[in-house]
């Protein structure tokens, strides 16, 4: 891909990977897409990380589904076909498109006929437009008829929007990521940017280079640590006993802005009541960070002119996720650090499009723009706006569905079919060995993605659709900027896009859709969305879109857009903040004699989740071939290993195999494997317990044991 090359065409376009939202533009010749160009945007200014840059080559990947195709007749969904191995000729068998989505549609409509509507569940994906994850909510909702639709948010930031929610009244982010230009200082949380978000790190890198503080809170010390004024590597699970030792320090120490508190907070005197007897002392002891050093951080960020909070996986997937975001929301309201430049609260989204598919709707408890199901307003107002009956029941979340899926014959809720378009559950859900087994006894499987991913050998039936790259749509990143991606390619051989396919099969469930105009009617599927979301995204028309990103909320026309929000008030019943205390919770799973080791998932640089696009981008494969377990010096040392070596990490639900790799910011007595890699999935071992409230699995903390295979 290197030096000047001759180019057919140029498309402009939004990055498939991060929530970061970089622009980009296609360099496309004979219909390939050969290079990837950063352009400007207002959160990447023409930069790109290694994956926007080098990792676009798996849409030409051999390994597309090209064709529909149906599962033989007689062949088991057996989980060791999964192993690689397997030709899928053994397994399916090519249909055109008219068999595939009649023998698609046809068992769906007969459970729900036999069985009722709950029978049935679906399951969206983050890595889709904002228009498909509408229309798929729209498909479950009103085809389907129950609220049974989730996507991959219940797996990441869940527990941050449950919070948010009840805190500040919104799930999105307050502030943008280049906004810590602003801040004097900067906590990041339970993140990996250089890794996960790696051009959004870079505005941090900068940020500190200027001047900004930089105070990392994390167990594992990354990259962005060596550019931190403060490293806090707090134990494991030990967030809460950090985070309210913090806010004890400010409390006693009257470092509140009072005025900030009295005209726009409540619940103010329950906080500061209850995080008296969190005294730094007391929390060292628990998180294992020095009183001083909780102190000193504590009076630096209450006393800073404007400091941003900004967090990832790692303080969402616990059980205590919720209450983990709640102290975060109370130390940036007790300190005033919010509805300004530079400060705020920013919960760093995963994928490309979770803020946007979460803010279409594909969550069970809510419609579009989070206004809940339950809620009988809202519930007639989209009775009507769709006009059919709909169920004003909250429906399950991922993991529910999974278990529901498993639930005996009599239980009345039993998920019996599912759709799953662009997801890959049979990676991605905790315990794997129960999620695999759930979706294998469904009695009719429809999966629409791009390969034949682990969940796909699970299907009845299988539809190819298109790459981000092969279709117009738009997405919506971590700064609530919406922005506009372009068609570039077209399709593999009879690949099909997936909104074509989303109302294909609702022709075939008697909904009687139209949207008629150019690439299956995107437009107008947006401009219905528009109407369902307004005012939030009120302003922001298809037209406006195509000539630039624009934030929101923003609700007419003459609207540039808001970046910052929260100024004078939140979007709460009464427009003030609801301060939740917390208290400590432990994990489901503690280490203990047989188990001695904690696992800590997560994601590298080279590689985006599951894997299933990454591990076939020829670059990215290359830099990160192989599986691997961190841990550091001293407990190679301690337990007579050498990186290298091939060791077994196994914990309760199952065993993996995979090299050790030495890295001194893993804490001892911890391993980090990150979850991409399908030949040792992490996720076989990690636990399904799930916080309360955001319903998200606990995937950063179990008990694993680690035993040596071969010498090196
Ligand atoms: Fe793509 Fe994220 Fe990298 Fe930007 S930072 S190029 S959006 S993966």
Same mark, same amino acid.
């Given at each position: 891909?290197?030096g000047?090359?001759k180019?057919?065409?140029?498309v402009?376009s ?5 929530g970061?939202?970089?622009?980009v533009? $296609?360099q ?16 990447n200014?023409g ?12 849409i ?5 589904i ?16 999964m192993?690689g191995h ?9 249909a055109? *498109? ?15 006929h036999?069985?009722g ?7 969206g ?8 994850? $509408? ?10 008829g129950?609220n ?13 929007v ?16 280049r906004?810590v230009?602003?801040?004097?200082l ?13 051009v959004?790190?870079?505005?941090m890198?900068?940020a500190?280079?200027r ?15 060596r ?5 806090l590597?707090?134990k ?9 030792? %913090?806010?004890h ?20 005197a329950?906080?500061?009541a ?29 006393s ?11 303080v969402?997937?616990h059980?205590?996720?919720t209450?983990?975001v ?15 430049p ?11 499009n979770?803020?946007?598919a ?7 408890? %809510?419609?579009?723009n ?15 706006f769709w ?5 004003d029941?909250p429906?399950y979340?991922?993991?529910e ?16 079919? =599912?759709?799953? %378009? ?15 087994h759930?979706?294998a006894?469904?009695q ?9 991913t ?8 299988l539809l190819?659709?298109?790459?981000w ?26 690949a099909?896009?997936?909104? *074509? ?18 690439h ?12 369902a =979301?307004?005012?939030t ?5 298809w ?14 026309a003459?609207?540039?857009g ?8 939140f979007?709460?019943k ?7 205390p917390?208290e ?10 047989? $188990? ?31 599986a691997?377990?961190?841990m ?15 060791v ?17 910011g ?19 071992l ?27």
């Open positions: 891909h290197m000047p090359q180019v057919d065409r140029q402009d939004v990055c498939p990977f991060c970061v939202g970089c622009l533009t $296609y496309v010749r004979d219909e390939k897409i050969i290079s990837v160009k950063g352009r400007e945007g207002p959160a200014e930069r790109l990380c290694v994956k926007g840059r080098f990792g676009m080559d798996y030409h990947s051999p390994d597309r090209t064709q529909p195709l149906i599962r033989k007749e007689g062949v088991a969904k057996d989980l060791e076909l192993d397997t030709d899928w000729r053994e397994v399916f068998r090519e055109t *498109w008219q068999e595939a989505l009649d023998l698609a549609t046809q068992p769906l409509n007969a459970l729900r036999q069985h509507p709950k029978s049935l569940a679906g399951f994906s983050a890595k889709g437009s904002n228009e498909e994850a $509408y229309l798929f909510q729209k498909l479950v909702r009103t085809g389907f129950s049974n639709v989730d996507h991959c948010t219940r797996l990441c930031h869940a527990s941050s449950a919070a948010l929610l009840e805190g500040v009244g919104s799930g999105a982010v307050s502030n943008p990521v906004d230009e602003h801040s004097d900067i906590i990041v949380i339970g993140s990996n940017p250089t890794a996960n978000h790696p959004a790190a870079t505005w890198k900068n500190a280079q001047g900004t503080r930089i105070v990392l809170a994390d167990p594992r010390i990354t990259d962005i640590g550019h931190a004024w403060r490293t590597p707090f494991a699970d030990t967030d809460v006993a950090l985070l309210n030792a %913090m806010l320090v400010i409390v006693t120490e009257n470092l509140c802005d009072e005025s900030f508190l009295r005209d726009r907070a409540d619940n103010v329950e906080l500061k209850h995080v008296q007897d969190y005294t730094p002392e007391a929390m060292s002891a628990v998180c294992g960070i020095p009183a001083d050093t909780i102190r000193e951080v504590a009076r630096a960020y209450a800073a002119k404007a400091a941003m909070i900004l967090w990832g996986m790692g969402s997937q059980v205590h996720g209450d983990n709640r102290c975060l929301i109370a130390l940036a309201s007790i300190t005033g650090q919010i509805g300004r530079g400060t705020g609260l920013h919960p760093l989204r995963g994928q490309n979770v803020q946007g979460s803010d279409a709707g594909l969550i069970p408890m %809510m419609y579009p989070y206004q809940r199901v339950s809620d009988k307003s809202a519930h007639d107002w989209f009775e009507k006009d059919t009956k709909l169920d029941q429906g979340t991922v993991v569905i999974m278990n529901k899926a498993l639930a005996p014959d009599t239980d009345p809720h039993k998920v019996r079919g =599912m759709y799953i %378009m662009g997801e890959n559950p049979a990676m991605s859900d905790p315990d794997l060995n129960h999620a695999r759930a979706l006894s469904l009719h499987l429809v999966v629409q993605d791009i390969f034949l682990e969940t796909a050998w699970l299907a009845d039936v190819p659709a298109s790459a790259p092969e279709k117009t749509g738009t997405v919506s990143n971590t700064d609530r900027t919406v922005q506009m991606g372009r068609q570039a390619v077209l399709p593999p051989g009879d099909k896009p997936d909104l *074509w396919i989303i109302q294909q099969i609702a022709e075939r469930m008697g909904l009687n859709w139209l949207y008629a105009g150019e299956d009617g995107v437009a107008e599927v947006y401009e219905e969305m528009r109407q =979301m307004a005012p995204i009120g302003g922001i028309d037209a406006r879109l195509n000539a630039g990103s624009v934030t929101y909320p923003c609700v007419n003459e609207d540039p808001q970046p910052i929000v929260f100024h004078d008030h979007p709460t009464d427009g003030r903040v609801w301060l939740v917390a400590l919770i432990s994990a489901a799973e503690r280490p203990d004699a047989d $188990y001695p080791f904690v696992l800590i998932t997560g994601r590298q640089l080279e590689h985006w989740h599951t894997g299933s696009m990454t591990r076939r981008a020829t670059v990215l494969d290359a830099l990160e071939p192989a691997t377990a961190s550091c010096g001293a407990d190679l040392r301690r337990l007579g290993l050498q990186a290298g070596q091939t077994r990490v196994a914990s309760r639900r199952g065993a993996i195999e995979l090299q050790l790799r030495c890295d001194e893993t804490p001892v007595g911890t391993v980090f494997v990150p979850f991409a890699y399908v030949e040792a999935a992490a996720n076989e990690t636990h399904a317990a799930l916080d309360p409230f955001g319903k998200i699995p606990e995937f950063k903390y179990c008990a694993v044991q680690i035993q040596a295979l071969t010498l090196t």
